[in-house]
Nanobody
């Protein structure tokens, strides 16, 4: 059984940075698609970034500002978020599924974390 635990959320002013972490437990990690979704107030959940092996996918709204990475030895995925904007505010969820990230940032996701709040406000 895969379990995902996110950390690293918080409140920052516009232009600030945060790094989210997603620690995974369970079956072998290396061949899983890992990704991040977010749900902003009043909006549907959207895919932000996804990664399988060395292949990455990003939503247009975060390209050039967010970077997804994985540490297979630590079974942890990261989302480095720079130049944060108020519209990046939301609950960020880590998700994973076996195999590649079919669907890119909008992959279906078999396993989900509990979410971590990110607030960007002056």
């Amino acid at each position: 059984q895969v379990q995902l635990v996110e950390s690293g959320g918080g409140s920052v002013p516009p232009g600030g940075s945060l790094r989210l972490s997603c620690a995974a437990s369970g079956p072998p990690y290396k061949y899983q698609c890992m990704g991040w979704f977010r749900q902003s107030p009043g909006k549907e959940r959207e895919g932000v970034a996804a990664m399988w092996a060395s292949t990455t996918h990003y939503a247009d709204s975060v390209k050039g500002r967010f970077t997804i990475s994985k540490d297979n030895a630590r079974k942890t995925a990261y989302l480095q978020m720079n130049d944060l904007k108020p519209e990046d505010t939301g609950v960020y969820y880590c998700a994973s599924q076996d195999g590649s990230c079919a669907g890119g940032v909008s992959f279906e996701g078999q396993h989900w974390g509990q979410g971590t709040q990110v607030t960007v406000s002056s």
